[in-house]
């Protein structure tokens, strides 16, 4: 569908990988906009207005349709990508280290146990 | 698989609405980076290394794991929010007007026809 | 300074007005990322330790740099671009309205009298 | 001026490090979306224009008042952190290698002499 969009009006001539990365990082700042002066719970509570959240979904939606063109023109397989990320994630936060933390020598954050997560 | 590698690491205490918009415009800056100085033609030569074009890769990844972990956290539907975009961008730039141009009085940039692109 | 150490390595010919605010935002971002998962108190805290205070002067300092080097390309001047804002804002958000609110309908965030800054 | 600006809406409580560091990436994003679409020439050529120009002074001004109350609300000597990192970047850059080209291995750009900068 984005490849479409761009292709029927022959943007692909504006849509150089700087350009489209340009275009990620406008649209993820008009986002992050939303929340510039919020704290987490503050953020979460706008996210609680319908009106707040539609707002977001559009930049969350604008974020992505660049992502995707971007990989349209250079040719990146976008899921491939996200699950090599995801797997080297995995290697590179081990659970057991920062479980409830974000980083190896950040307390951590929660009063175990949270929840029961497990099932 | 991205909300599952947030649980696991219990996670979603940072994932507030704001981190996460944070996390996006960090890793699209990450992929503009690659792009600075480069003009288009230098950015799309670029994107033909293989080594250059796996880092993108990458940094696409990680923007929209970002996304993905937002639509988790928010409950915004991704796949609904893109269609939607979409359809309103289609209407806002109507192919007649904005063929081969960003903006409604920009100069068309391509000489005509620069491609056979009817079929 | 800045002017000088461009010319020497004859770098005007990459410091186009969009390079140069691509370099703000890619520096913004890096200064950013040291807060990415903190809140207001631990990016506060986190100021307060000599190691990343020192990596954060960093990353204002080329930010700023940015401005200043795009100041110079394009002739603005800063430091009444900079007085011209602050007049404007002034107007823009009056104490009156604004007082302990970052919006003309978000609650006062401070018990009143914070603290005494009259004198 | 905006240390005082800050003081009289009694906004420091939002201007927490994190908040202005998503500041200044949020304005920058804003002078970056002017260039958006455009190539180094198009990019140069809008900045001749009265209206353009305008735009983009009010928004590297807006960069450089949260870069001044990051300054102000971490202690950062704005002066000696800029003076300090050119002075790290002269080191890091060394003309020789550098003259022309935004990498060492980066071929020059330029055909020289472009213009006798000695004297």
């Known amino acids: 569908m984005v490849e479409r969009f761009v292709r029927e009006r022959d943007w ?3 849509h150089t990988p700087k ?10 700042a008009e986002l992050m906009e939303l929340f510039q002066w919020r ?12 009106r707040a959240r539609r707002a977001a ?10 992502c995707l063109a971007f990989a349209n023109r250079t040719g990146i ?5 996200i699950r090599a990320k995801l ?3 995995r290697r590179k936060y081990p659970v057991r280290t920062y479980r409830g933390r974000f980083g190896p020598d950040a307390p951590r954050a929660t009063t175990p146990p949270p ?3 497990s099932r």
């Open 12 to 14: 692909n001539q504006f």
């Open 87 to 89: 797997a080297k994630n």
């Open 57 to 66: 979904g559009e930049e969350v939606a604008d974020v992505m349709i660049y």
């Open 19 to 28: 350009n489209l990365s340009v275009g990620m990082a406008v649209e993820a």
């Open 115 to 117: 929840r029961p997560q």
């Open 77 to 81: 397989d976008v899921a491939g990508a």
């Open 39 to 50: 704290d987490a719970e503050g953020s979460a509570a706008l996210m609680r207005q319908a």
